[in-house]
């Protein structure tokens, strides 16, 4: 298998809409109420992310590509901003993997290319990211990479879906890049 990581391009988008929403439907089914994840769709995740990538400040976007066939194949994605609260602080705000890619260090590699973005391009050396509670494969991978939880919290979204969130850091990205 023969991955490419690169910045997010805009011709992108729509491989990357299909992925965050079948991610999103598979990863938090049983965990976000399917109310909620039955109006989820890909145009709105489109809108969603262009106008993330334009708006947010030191917003970036990688892609991993699949380049074994002929045919190349968007199987992982990273989109980050500077954290809001921690300005010192890079936030990994969703990293999504295809099935059939887990498991092969795909997001690890995406989480690596995001710090070293911000590292070199914005110098900011801590990374943070927010899990849903009820993800715990994600937060067994994140943790396994070094990770230390910050806080917890609640969030809200769309006025009524409650969820309880944790937040991880890596407060020195050196440990991801070496």
Known sequence: MTIEYRLFKEQDISELSILYIDSWLRTYK??????????????????KWIKFLKEEK?????VAIDKTND??????????KRDDELEYSGLLYSLH????YKGKGIGKNLIKVSAKHFKD??????LLLWVVDGNANA???????????????????YSNI???ETCLIWE???????
Do not use: R
């Not at 030191?58 to 990688?62: E, I, L, P, Q, V």
């Not at 391009?121 to 801590?126: K, V």
């Open 172 to 178: 020195n990205t050196d440990q991801l890049l070496n």
């Open 97 to 100: 993997v295809q099935n059939g």
């Open 121 to 126: 391009h914005l110098n900011l050396n801590s």
């Open 58 to 62: 030191d917003s970036f976007a990688y």
């Open 162 to 164: 409650e969820t309880h």
């Open 71 to 80: 045919k190349e194949v968007i199987c992982g994605l990273s989109i980050c």
């Open 30 to 47: 049983n965990i976000i109420p399917d109310g909620f994840l039955e109006t989820l769709n890909y145009d709105m995740a489109e809108k």
């Open 139 to 157: 937060l067994a991978v994140y943790t396994k990479l070094g990770a230390k939880v910050l806080k917890h919290q609640i969030e809200v979204y």
